[in-house]
């Protein structure tokens, strides 16, 4: 008995301990798991041996066992949810959002400011390094990575420089900042801490009421610097076509739309096949590039029978601005939001505490989903 119970803790230790050792981000998971279940295999064989021939009394392997599920489930009931604990990694990153149409010296300009905003830690000798880095991913974007000094000659932790610099990076106006820590599985768009989105049939009131949301948000302690980035400043012309006008005149909507196109973004004429490969001839406009909708206007457009008229005849040019992109979850229109949570406060608890919800004003057509992204 004493060598088959050896045996068979041996080759489960030998099974599990492997686990730990996967690369990758399965690795970065089970990494703890399989050293955890490989101790839990020798412990429950040491107890076989042991303690089991003290507990062979039924009252008191009974008690036991009770005593043993209370303490376990208290423990239970007291651990945080998280996908990765929150570490001390010595650095961590800030990154900024401008307006979709902000030209990237607006970028800098604001991304200085966060510079300004870091000076004090760098001079006090908290931060060793930071390195800005704009334009990428589009010129309204930007990144700035944040080496932190070693431990040994830092008083706090990053914890507590994040907790006190994120609220003061939420008060730089004119784009979104706000500083996370990177995580050791590498996952990407981990660091937000709670997502969370408006979901109904209507992206301007469902804007309306995430607004309403994140106002007590900013108030709650177990939450940092709650956002909403639903950009709606995105440049737009919005093409009006007076059609019975361009059919008094002999004019196509089509044929306006094509002029239109041709005119700002060229369009692909025609394919040809070189060798097997295929290419294709494109028509792009050529003289003066076209900055102003006045330019549009004053262009003429031939119609059927060979005279020209021109295109502010039949076509309204009104400048106006929408969202760079559309969200969708649950088959709904959906505007998304993000928040950091508090010191010691892990993802379980916001979502089980709706106390945020705008139950005055919010429609029954809106529905709130929560989803974890640290």
Not at 4 to 22: K, N
Not at 140 to 152: G, K, P, Y
Not at 227 to 237: C, G, I, R, S
Request: hydrophobic residues 45%; negative net charge; glycine residues 8%.
């Amino acid at each position: 008995m004493f060598f088959a119970v050896i045996s068979t803790t041996a080759t489960l230790a030998a099974v599990s301990i492997p686990i730990s050792l996967l690369p990758g981000q399965a690795g970065g998971i089970f990494s703890e798991f399989g050293f955890v279940l490989a101790f839990c295999v020798l412990l429950s064989s040491f107890v076989a041996q042991t303690l089991a021939l003290v507990l062979a009394a039924p009252a008191i392997a009974i008690g036991a066992d009770v005593a043993f599920a209370i303490v376990s489930f208290g423990t239970y009931s007291n651990l945080s949810s998280t996908l990765t604990p929150a570490e001390d990694r010595g650095a961590f990153l800030i990154r900024g959002t401008a307006p979709s149409a902000a030209s990237l010296s607006f970028t800098d300009e604001q991304m200085q400011k966060v510079e300004a905003f870091l000076q004090p830690y760098v001079d006090s000798g908290e931060i060793a390094a930071v390195q800005t880095l704009i334009g990428r991913g589009g010129t309204s974007s930007a990144t700035v990575i944040v080496r932190l000094t070693d431990w040994e000659d830092c008083d706090r932790s990053q914890r507590e420089i994040l907790a006190e610099l994120n609220p003061r990076l939420s008060t730089i106006p004119g784009i979104s900042v706000f500083a996370i820590s990177p995580n050791r599985l590498g996952i990407r768009g981990a660091g937000r801490g709670l997502q969370f989105a408006f979901l109904g049939n209507d992206y301007a009131r469902l804007a309306a009421e995430g607004d309403a949301l994140v106002a007590p948000m900013e108030a709650d302690r177990a939450l940092s610097n709650p956002n909403l980035p639903y950009d709606a400043t995105t440049p737009l012309m919005n093409v009006e076509i007076d059609r019975e006008m361009a059919t008094e005149l002999g004019l196509s909507p089509a044929s306006i739309a094509t002029t239109i196109n041709t005119l700002t973004q060229g369009i692909t004429a025609t394919e040809v096949f070189v060798e097997g490969e295929k290419t294709d001839v494109r028509l792009v406009p050529g003289g003066k590039p076209i900055r102003d909708p006045s330019d549009i206007e004053n262009v003429w457009i031939r119609r059927k029978d060979g005279a020209f008229v021109p295109l502010s005849a039949v076509v309204t040019l009104t400048p106006t601005s929408t969202v760079s992109s559309l969200a969708r979850e649950d088959f709904a229109c959906a505007v998304p939001g993000e928040t950091n949570l508090g010191a010691g406060v892990s993802l379980g608890v916001p979502p089980r505490a709706p106390r945020y919800w705008p139950q005055r004003s919010c429609p029954t057509m809106c529905a709130l989903s929560f989803a974890a992204r640290r």
